[in-house]
């Protein structure tokens, strides 16, 4: 594999970490409510519905027989979405501008709402807690794994997964030890990377857009990654007192 | 259905930054395209600084 190849496996392993730490936490709830058995068992649906998902997406794109630069560059704009979207979420958490994502917290409000529900709630609560968070894992596997190797994208994110169910299993808790929020903006810095050099190298052409061919991704990288942490300080430095956002 | 959306574009604020950005760089692509992803990764950044603060 070349390095934007490994550079792209590391971005999804650790992109679907964070997103099946916070489905752990849900089917953890579940699993004290409901049993083990049945909270395993809406997981189980909620990924074999994400692995099909991957299956024929992946398949319908390399089937595709649409210009390879043109693919390139609208999986470009979907990076650039998502990866904006994740960088900002976590500059405005290292600014303190939104609270942290607290898993315990997470755990405690699930586990609350679900007294108040029956047994087959519960299971729904669970799917759709995988399913929701395995989506956001799908649509990087399906970006990604198209130009770098669908088998590298989707074992990463089966690493992941085993990974994270490995060390939940183990602790019988929400993993609330993993640091999400800098995961998070690493991941978003490498996503924005891809996004932008494919984006760009699409509309222009990328031997010139970027005569510096793959090492740009890596200057790319350098460059997200030291402007976020910049805004992140001024805007931390610049914050009112007390003045934390709304939750998401 | 929303909720899918939400995850793939975001909200209305991350649409148009992107948009403004790649439109920008493909403007400039015409007259200096070698300087239209610095751009692009500039008002990227930008976008994030306007919304982080």
Same mark, same amino acid.
């Given at each position: 594999m070349s390095a934007a190849q490994w550079g792209g496996a590391s971005a999804i392993f650790l992109a679907s970490a964070v997103e099946w730490v916070e489905a752990f936490t849900i089917v953890l709830a579940v699993a004290l409510t409901i049993g083990w058995r049945r909270a395993t068992g809406a997981a189980a649906a909620a990924l074999a519905l994400i692995a099909i998902l991957v299956a024929v997406t992946g398949a319908g794109l390399e089937a595709a027989e649409a210009d390879i630069d043109l693919i390139r560059a609208a999986i470009g704009v979907f990076l650039l979405l998502f990866g904006l979207r994740w960088y900002v979420k976590a500059v405005r958490r290292f600014a303190g501008r939104t609270p942290l994502h607290d898993e315990a917290l997470e755990f405690a409000q699930t586990r609350e709402h679900l007294e108040q529900s029956e047994g087959r709630a519960a299971w729904v609560i669970a799917f759709k807690g995988v399913l929701l968070e395995g989506l956001e894992v799908w649509l990087l596997v399906v970006a990604l794994g198209h130009a770098l190797s669908y088998a590298a994208a989707a074992g990463s994110a089966l690493a992941s997964l085993v990974a994270v169910i490995g060390v939940g299993f183990a602790l019988?808790? %929400?993993?609330?030890?993993? %640091?999400e929020n800098s995961l998070k903006f690493l991941v978003s810095c490498a996503i924005l990377s891809f996004g932008s050099f494919w984006a760009v190298g699409g509309i222009v052409g990328e031997q010139v857009a970027w005569p510096l061919g793959d090492v740009t991704l890596l200057l790319l990288f350098a460059a997200y990654a030291v402007a976020g942490r910049v805004v992140a300080r001024a805007a931390r430095a610049s914050r %009112?007192?007390?003045a934390l956002g709304v939750r998401t | 259905m929303r909720k899918v959306l939400q995850l793939i574009f975001g909200d209305p604020r991350n649409v148009t930054s992107v948009a403004l950005a790649l439109l920008a760089a493909y403007g400039l692509s015409r007259v200096a395209p070698a300087a239209s992803g610095a751009l692009l990764v500039l008002i990227l950044i930008a976008a994030a600084a306007i919304q982080a603060f």
């Open positions: 019988q808790a %929400p993993l609330t030890r993993v %640091p %009112p007192d007390g | -």
